[in-house]
Structure formats: C-alpha cells, structure tokens
Nanobody
Framework: VQLQASGGGLVQAGGSPRLSCSGSGRIYSSAVMAWFRQAPGKEREFVAQIRWSTSRTNYADSVKGRFTISKDSAQNTVWLQMNNLKPEDTAIYYC???????????????WGRGTLVTVSS
C-alpha cells in the first residue's frame, strides 16, 4: 500500500482546510487509517483514526469537535476536515495504515509522505 497525503498549505487561524490521503493498493477491511502530526521539535502525535470496515472514529482531545475524519472506500481515500484551525495546529500531517485500534505510531505499518499545514495568527 502506498499512501499520498495532500491538501496542506498556509492557512489563517480559523480556517477550514481539508486534507486527503489516497491509497494505491488494497486497503483491507480490517485496516485502521489514521492521521498523525508532527510539529517542529515535537514528537509525532495521534490526531484521528477510522476503522475501514465500520467507519468507527476516534480523535485526540486536542482536535475533538474541530476535526472530522472520513473515508470513501470506492476511492481508497481518507479525508481530514479541519475546522477552526489554531496556530498550535501547525505541523506536518501524515496519514498511515495499521491494523490495531491504536494511537501509537509504532502500530502503523504504512505511512504517506506528510503534508505541511501552517496556521498563521
């Protein structure tokens, strides 16, 4: 599976960009797709995840109520709708595929190249 994230850029605080992650190859029904982010000088952190088969979702507390993860099975695509962005959301955003329902990066075996989101105040 190869993953490609896109949709980042420079956004003003309060903006609402949408990131997309397209997968080539089969994303098995048991898979979990997730978004992580890494800010400069910080460790990679969990943002959101979605179970491919059930569309069950989970979010980090820092983005709950502002971000929405969704998917389109036919297009092998996962989206991250980000609303009411804050400067502290500035980071490189990565999509990843795993099997375990986990927020730990080590549990994900396929990663896309990240897309940078910069939020200006």
């Amino acid at each position: 599976v190869q993953l490609q994230a896109s949709g980042g850029g420079l956004v003003q605080a309060g903006g609402s960009p949408r990131l997309s992650c397209s997968g080539s190859g089969r994303i098995y029904s048991s898979a979990v797709m997730a978004w992580f982010r890494q800010a400069p000088g910080k460790e990679r952190e969990f943002v959101a995840q979605i179970r491919w088969s059930t569309s069950r979702t989970n979010y980090a507390d820092s983005v709950k109520g502002r971000f929405t993860i969704s998917k389109d099975s036919a297009q092998n695509t996962v989206w991250l709708q980000m609303n009411n962005l804050k400067p502290e959301d500035t980071a490189i955003y990565y999509c990843a595929r795993g099997i375990q329902w986990s927020g730990q990066p080590d549990e994900y075996d396929y990663w896309g190249r990240g897309t940078l989101v910069t939020v200006s105040s």
